[in-house]
């Protein structure tokens, strides 16, 4: 069967799927041009500025993204097959994923751009306040851990292609560091030199390609130059990224992540352009390369789980993901510029997230059953993938397998930094330290927790060992998906206090209602039985040594203590509802 027979019916789903429930959505939650927004009523340009709504759609495509839509899609096609992948990823995105996102962001802008925890405190309690902030900061370390150690794996070793060229994983990380030092340029000549946005984009992302072809000449190979194993270099390399996440977390937004996210989200673009004009001519010009080969089922159950509900926790990003509720009620609303920007930015990023997952799959998709190429790590799988694409259109196999690890890797930078500075706010909120020693202590807590589970060594349950990023996957999407579930459930607090409308319940109470089963019971697979199995060892201290265990348990806690709250919230009498959801007068503060 040809992959086009795939994608193209799932493109135009999600595509109708914006225009006919994007626009319920805008109905329901009210969405006026003329209100004022926070981006506008409280601007200083360090962390509130409105900004044109292409730019800040590119900069948030690009953080919620990342390598989210990317692992995860393959992971679970690998495992489970691609029916199942896809069939989440369709279904999750319109009607949960997609409604999280927008949801999260309307709710912060209503409420002075302040984050989701910040919503909660205002419709729930104070305790439940400082139990999401923590949820928040324990998420965010994991992601940090995960998606730092799968980035490093590229910088290091060499990929051999069916054509017999060589992908150095050297040359990537040249690619990488050159990559960083373009956006500050951008960022400084829209700035200082009044450059538009349209020309720095048509100078710099080309830079962007060159960057990529460049650094497969010049690699950077860190093993060579220390005389050190890749498995040695690779760690050094997860430190210096979380250098850069100490660095880039503290700097202004609009010399780092403005532009780096428009360049990214521009890159984002590129990536599905191409692999499209690549199913295409591969359908019309070589059909063995688009075809599907990889079974559509597998297995029901494997080494972590059975497919429910460990399916929907290894495909967060891509079909809905808790991360990018902090995006968007972190960074993303300080920025908005109207009211009704919401819809593309909120809603529709999650429909194109869902297309580079649906991709992504796709480069499982094209694998022969037991190929070995399967059991390689996703960023690679991936990026073959996207080589053979790409290859279509008359691009090198080197080269195209270069971008896909550089787009990779592009992805990553901007969900890292992001990460690191939401990080640095949750830990100045805890603390009540404000300024250049809260900022310092908040972003050297979550760049500095993430550097130990780095460095220490991560095995499985044979004793071998195991990447840092494959031991904490699990917890970072059980981890990511309950806090999609918190923070719906905190939007449907707050709709049914100030709109008492029977549409909440379906809206987003139902869609909060299967995350939380599915995350809290994939959580409970994970964790009980690490607890269970140290019982059984009568000569040992009888509790696990796994750091995983102890995360997830708390996360457990967390969790229930959350849903009490809510339900207190929502039977209890907490005075009248506020009318948060009615749009600010123009004029006025939002």
């Known amino acids: 069967m040809s992959l086009l027979y795939i994608i193209l019916p799932s493109a135009l789903l999600l595509a109708v799927a914006y225009r006919v429930y994007g626009n319920v959505l805008a109905r329901l939650f009210r969405l006026d041009p003329g209100a004022v927004t926070p981006a506008v009523a409280l601007r200083d340009d360090v962390d509130y500025e409105p900004i044109p709504p292409g730019l800040l759609l590119g900069?948030?495509?690009?953080?919620?993204?990342?390598?989210?839509?990317?692992?995860?899609?393959?992971?679970?096609?690998?495992?489970?097959?691609?029916?199942?992948?896809?069939?989440?990823?369709?279904?999750?995105?319109?009607?949960?994923?997609?409604?999280?996102?927008?949801?999260a962001l309307v709710a912060s802008v209503r409420h002075k751009a302040r984050s989701i925890a910040e919503v909660v405190r205002d419709h729930m309690s104070r305790r439940s306040y400082v139990l999401f902030l923590a949820f928040v900061w324990i998420a965010l370390v994991y992601i940090i851990v995960a998606f730092t150690d799968i980035t490093a794996s590229s910088f290091v070793g060499r990929q051999v292609l069916e054509s017999g060229e060589t992908v150095s994983g050297g040359g990537i990380a040249s690619s990488s560091l050159m990559y960083l030092l373009l956006p500050m340029a951008m960022g400084l000549c829209l700035r200082h030199g009044r450059m538009p946005l349209w020309l720095a984009t048509a100078i710099f992302l080309p830079l962007v390609g060159v960057a990529i072809w460049g650094g497969q000449r010049i690699p950077f190979d860190l093993a060579a130059v220390l005389g050190t194993s890749d498995a040695t270099a690779q760690k050094i390399w997860g430190v210096l990224l979380l250098a850069y996440c100490l660095i880039a977390a503290m700097v202004p937004m609009w010399l780092l992540l403005q532009p780096r996210g428009h360049l990214g989200g521009c890159f984002l673009y590129v990536a599905l352009a191409g692999a499209a004009l690549g199913l295409v001519l591969g359908d019309r010009l070589v059909a063995g390369d688009a075809v599907v080969n990889y079974p559509a089922f597998t297995q029901w159950t494997t080494k972590a789980g059975s497919v429910v509900p460990m399916l929907f926790i290894t495909i967060a990003c891509g079909a809905c993901s808790g991360f990018h509720s902090l995006i968007a009620s972190g960074t993303t609303s300080k920025q908005l510029r109207r009211e009704t920007d919401a819809r593309p930015i909120g809603y529709g990023t999650m429909l194109l997230e869902a297309m580079v997952a649906i991709v992504s799959l796709a480069c499982v998709m094209v694998l022969p059953a037991g190929d070995t190429r399967a059991t390689q790590p996703p960023n690679f799988i991936y990026a073959l993938g996207m080589g053979r694409f790409l290859e279509i259109l008359g691009i090198a196999p080197a080269l195209g397998v270069s971008f896909a690890l550089m787009a990779f890797t592009t992805f990553v930078y901007d969900t890292l930094d992001v990460c690191t500075r939401l990080g640095r706010y949750?830990?100045?909120?805890?603390?009540?330290?404000?300024?250049r020693a809260g900022a310092w202590l908040?972003?050297?807590?979550?760049?500095?927790?993430?550097?130990?589970?780095?460095l220490r060594p991560h095995l499985?349950?044979?004793?071998k060992v195991v990447p840092a990023w494959r031991t904490f996957w699990g917890l970072f999407g059980a981890s990511n998906q309950l806090l999609a579930a918190l923070t719906l459930l905190g939007i449907t607090v707050w709709l049914w206090r100030t709109r008492r409308e029977a549409w909440v319940w379906v809206v987003t109470g139902l869609p909060t209602l299967f995350m939380y089963v599915m995350s809290t019971w994939a959580l409970a697979t994970m964790t009980l039985p690490k607890f269970q199995e140290a019982f059984r060892k009568a000569d040992e201290v009888?509790?696990?040594?796994?750091?995983?265990?102890?995360?997830?348990?708390?996360?457990?806690v967390l969790a229930a203590v959350m849903l009490v709250e809510a339900v207190r919230a929502i039977v209890g009498d907490r005075g009248p509802p506020r009318p948060a959801l009615a749009p600010a007068p123009a004029g006025?503060?939002?």
């Open 59 to 103: 900069q948030h495509f690009s953080a919620i993204a990342a390598a989210g839509p990317i692992v995860g899609p393959i992971l679970a096609g690998v495992a489970f097959g691609w029916a199942p992948a896809l069939a989440w990823i369709l279904v999750g995105s319109i009607l949960i994923g997609g409604v999280h996102d927008f949801a």
């Open 426 to 435: 949750i830990i100045q909120e805890l603390t009540g330290l404000s300024g």
């Open 442 to 454: 908040g972003t050297g807590l979550t760049a500095g927790v993430p550097l130990f589970f780095l």
């Open 460 to 463: 499985d349950a044979d004793g």
């Open 542 to 556: 009888p509790l696990p040594t796994d750091p995983v265990a102890w995360a997830g348990l708390v996360l457990l």
């Open 588 to 590: 006025s503060p939002a």
